[in-house]
């Protein structure tokens, strides 16, 4: 058993090595991971008439979560798309390793060196704006940017998966962007969207995260956030199982492990 | 002039680079693609935007933010999908061509890349009747139509400076990142969500950059004050970021010349 999680553990870091070499050098973490957060915060806060620290506080976390998602759809969304384009893609499903394993490990790096440099971005900026953010419960804080990583990861697969099944992958991470941005919750509070799209967010583990988060900047853990959060997260790895598996059996039923 | 040859001829090939270009922006960004990728983004953005500006500053900075968004909506395609014009040429191995040809290299690109400001002229023509049509009174309001030549003018700069950061960046293979953060950097420092005046450093970049004195132009116009000072500041800006492509373009064909190799590192 422990010679079999031991193994585990050596696929997981194994890929996980392997994205941080192929994320070296790619635009899109300087893009995703540092201009579009440092953009969006200063752009927001030095507009923002009369903000509380609360608010400004909400604000960087929903700078950083909202900037977590946009990496995510381009840099964890497209890591089977990307192993499609090299090549490496039916070396990787028929391979000894579970394919699964190493499209989690591929998915935790490209989301934890996204967060990387959006948490860094988010903070230097904050810093620099000289705004007032709260760290109000640095356990709960930590515990809540962790599932946020992992929740991301888990989104990054299940998003990789169904990029994978279709020619317009880069079409569709491009207009799957915006449309989370505006119902996601993460940015903008509930009360700004309309009535029937409001909903949609509770389908989003980050506005969970963002919620949580939030909470612990002002020392309040809120568990049902946290709850909703975990619960997504667990949802998402599941599907992205199935995803996944329904993938890969379609791709040795039609003999086509170029899969499109 | 270009190389000798008279007008005429000179109008007929610039026609026919012109067609090229047509041709070629319909095989990158197939009509399709545009409805369904890159109009539907450019609303949302806009909608992201409005919202935002709703949250921060309630309904005079949602309209500043809706104003300035109908401009930014132009740089997807002028400032970032421009950039495919000469790089394409590049990954394609046909700059030699272009390089030998009678036609100046930059008229040649110039005439290729008139798609890209007509169709974000387009596209923000689209968002303003919708926009007007949607917020009615609550809007900007319907003088936006007048303005439109304002945008017109703005396709035009965003082009200058999204094609003189693609042939800056030609030779390091870094065309993505710069146009990109060309774009990023256009919606911090262009006046587009973030008021004038509010970070001193910023409105120090944006006054040359484009977009910055074509919005000052619209917002101008929407509350009745003449706006023909901005726009000419606009247009001269466009001309600097030009004549940075045109300069660029002749030092990387004399360098290509001299060194014999089209790559440009």
């Keep these: 058993m422990t010679e079999r999680l031991a193994s585990m553990a050596w696929v997981v870091w194994a890929a996980m090595r392997s994205q941080r070499r192929a994320m070296r050098g790619n635009p899109f973490n300087i893009l995703l991971g540092v201009a579009q957060p440092v953009v969006f915060l200063t752009v927001t806060a030095a507009a923002y008439r009369d903000p509380t620290a609360d608010e400004l506080s909400r604000l960087a976390i929903g700078v950083a979560l909202t900037a977590l998602w946009g990496s995510t759809i381009w840099a964890a969304g497209g890591i089977l798309r990307r192993e499609h384009g090299e090549g490496t893609l039916a070396a990787m499903i028929t391979g000894v390793r579970s394919p699964y394993l190493m499209l989690f490990g591929k998915s935790l790096a490209a989301t934890t060196i996204s967060s990387l440099f959006i948490a860094g971005s988010v903070a230097v900026s904050a810093w620099l704006l000289g705004l007032p953010l709260r760290v109000g419960a640095p356990w709960w804080t930590l515990l809540g940017v962790l599932l946020a990583v992992v929740s991301g990861t888990a989104l990054g697969m299940l998003l990789s998966c169904l990029f994978l099944v279709t020619r317009h992958g880069w079409a569709w991470s491009s207009a799957l962007m915006y449309p989370v941005f505006i119902v996601g919750g993460m940015m903008l509070p509930l009360p700004y969207l309309p009535v029937p799209l409001q909903w949609v967010s509770t389908l989003i583990s980050l506005r969970w995260a963002a919620e949580f988060l939030a909470g612990t900047a002002t020392d309040v853990a809120d568990i049902p956030a946290l709850l909703a959060l975990i619960g997504l997260t667990v949802v998402y790895l599941v599907l992205a199982a199935f995803a996944f598996r329904a993938v890969v059996r379609r791709a040795l039923r039609t003999a086509r492990l170029d899969l499109v | ?265």
């Design chain 2, 1 to 265: 002039m270009s190389s000798g040859i008279g007008t005429d001829e000179l109008a007929w090939r610039s026609w026919r680079a012109a067609v090229t270009g047509w041709r070629e922006f319909l095989a990158l960004n197939p009509p399709r693609v545009l409805a369904l990728s890159v109009v539907p983004r450019a609303g949302l953005q806009l909608v992201f935007f409005a919202l935002l500006g709703q949250l921060v500053g309630g309904p005079a900075q949602r309209n500043y933010n809706i104003v300035g968004m109908l401009a930014f909506s132009l740089t997807a395609l002028t400032v970032v999908m421009v950039s495919d014009v000469p790089v394409v040429d590049k990954e394609s191995d046909t700059f030699w061509r272009i390089r030998t040809g009678r036609v100046k290299p930059f008229l040649v690109m110039l005439a290729r890349s008139w798609p890209y400001p007509a169709t974000g002229f387009l596209c923000v023509l689209l968002l303003t009747v919708c926009v007007i049509a949607v917020m009615g009174a609550d809007g900007p309001g319907p003088r936006l139509i007048w303005l439109l030549p304002c945008y017109a003018l703005m396709a035009v700069t965003t082009t200058a400076i999204g094609l003189a950061g693609a042939v800056l960046a030609l030779g390091r293979r870094v065309d993505i990142l710069v146009s990109n953060l060309l774009s990023y950097g256009i919606l911090l420092c262009s006046g587009a969500v973030l008021p004038t005046g509010r970070i001193e450093w910023l409105d120090r970049i944006g006054s040359v950059l484009p977009m910055r004195h074509g919005l000052a132009a619209v917002r101008a116009g929407l509350s009745g004050q003449p706006v023909a000072a901005e726009l000419l500041a606009e247009a001269a800006v466009g001309g600097i970021w030009l004549t940075v492509a045109a300069v660029t373009v002749a030092l990387l064909v004399r360098r290509a010349r001299r060194v014999g190799d089209d790559h440009f590192g």
